[in-house]
């Protein structure tokens, strides 16, 4: 059996306490779905938000407002900010059977995980990252060939058939969508009101998905 999954990169939480988050104390993924409790969707928004949590003071064009003083607000500044936004992850593939696991490399960002449907549409091949490990997707003629480490000649690989990819991304969208109406509502409990529309409006442009209503947005 083949399982997609659309997956976070996770660190250490290294102390963040702005809302209530579940434990990371080191480097994995976290899958993302409707099955998440309040204090995994609070990690996954903190995990997003800590992707783009890059100096704004440093803007050569000047065209981003400074850094806030309030901590929420400096958390979030770069998440409210940019105009394109990044999520360290991408898409996990498990076959089940073997216990071979395909996942996203270093270069890997989940708000590209469109770019599967390009083996669909057009075939060729799309890589994940590059050294140490570099996770190769290709399709060859009606299979897609996953190759968890590009760079082994000796590499575990999944191999799934073509007309499978599309059901197992039409899940990935809808996995996605169902953690967006989780965060929608995490947002109504966690985040003052002026911040829940924009915070989540911003983590599904990351996950390149329609924003969810969040309950006393304004």
């Given at each position: 059996?083949?399982?997609?999954?659309?997956?976070?990169?996770?660190?250490?939480?290294?102390?963040?306490?702005?809302?209530?988050?579940?434990?990371?104390?080191?480097?994995?993924?976290?899958?993302?779905?409707?099955?998440?409790?309040?204090?995994?969707?609070?990690?996954?928004?903190?995990?997003?938000?800590?992707?783009?949590?890059?100096?704004?003071?440093?803007?050569?064009?000047?065209?981003?407002?400074?850094?806030?003083?309030?901590?929420?607000?400096?958390?979030?500044?770069?998440?409210?900010?940019?105009?394109?936004?990044?999520?360290?992850?991408?898409?996990?593939?498990?076959?089940?059977?073997?216990?071979?696991?395909?996942?996203?490399?270093?270069?890997?960002?989940?708000?590209?995980?469109?770019?599967?449907?390009?083996?669909?549409?057009?075939?060729?091949?799309?890589?994940?990252?590059?050294?140490?490990?570099?996770?190769?997707?290709?399709?060859?003629?009606?299979?897609?060939?996953?190759?968890?480490?590009?760079?082994?000649?000796?590499?575990?690989?999944?191999?799934?058939?073509?007309?499978?990819?599309?059901g197992l991304l039409a899940g990935v969208e809808r996995d996605l969508g169902a953690f967006l109406g989780l965060a929608g509502d995490w947002a109504g409990e966690y985040l003052p009101?002026?911040?829940?529309?924009?915070?989540?409006?911003?983590?599904?442009?990351?996950?390149?998905?329609?924003?969810?209503?969040?309950?006393?947005?304004?």
């Amino acid at each position: 059996m083949i399982v997609m999954q659309p997956v976070l990169e996770t660190r250490p939480l290294d102390g963040f306490d702005l809302w209530p988050v579940a434990g990371t104390g080191s480097a994995g993924f976290l899958a993302l779905d409707g099955g998440l409790s309040p204090a995994e969707v609070g990690t996954a928004v903190m995990l997003v938000a800590r992707c783009n949590d890059i100096d704004p003071d440093v803007d050569p064009d000047g065209g981003r407002p400074p850094r806030p003083a309030d901590p929420l607000d400096s958390f979030l500044h770069g998440l409210l900010t940019f105009e394109q936004v990044y999520a360290a992850g991408g898409l996990r593939v498990t076959d089940r059977a073997s216990g071979i696991e395909f996942q996203p490399g270093c270069c890997d960002g989940l708000e590209d995980w469109r770019d599967w449907h390009g083996l669909l549409e057009h075939g060729g091949l799309v890589g994940y990252g590059h050294e140490p490990v570099s996770p190769l997707a290709e399709r060859f003629g009606s299979t897609v060939r996953l190759t968890v480490n590009a760079d082994q000649p000796d590499s575990p690989v999944i191999v799934l058939p073509v007309a499978d990819l599309g059901g197992l991304l039409a899940g990935v969208e809808r996995d996605l969508g169902a953690f967006l109406g989780l965060a929608g509502d995490w947002a109504g409990e966690y985040l003052p009101p002026g911040r829940r529309g924009p915070v989540i409006a911003a983590v599904a442009r990351a996950l390149d998905l329609p924003a969810p209503t969040v309950p006393g947005a304004t």
